[in-house]
């Protein structure tokens, strides 16, 4: 899976919020806001293939946390993302 390179991470007002640049006639009464931890899984996915193993390396790398763990939080972050059309 992949990033859509179309949204882009922008900060607005102190907040990490995720912008589609390229689709004439989006929605934008719809904000995809980011936490710290779910920017910088966005910022090490984005240009690149990966799968929820790869995010989920990622945290453990970044927080030395348990890989059930990592593994449970990296699926949530995808099927969010997911669900709001960022990956395809």
Known sequence: ???????????VAGECIIVNQGKVGTDL???????STAKYLY???EAREFEVEDA???LVDEYGIDND????DAGKWV???KNCGVIS
């Open 1 to 11: 899976m992949k990033i859509d390179p179309e949204y882009k991470l922008r900060e």
């Open 29 to 35: 009464t719809r904000i995809i806001s980011l936490n």
């Open 43 to 45: 910022k090490a996915m």
């Open 56 to 58: 989920a390396q990622a």
């Open 69 to 72: 763990l990592a593994m449970k």
């Open 79 to 81: 099927e969010s993302l």
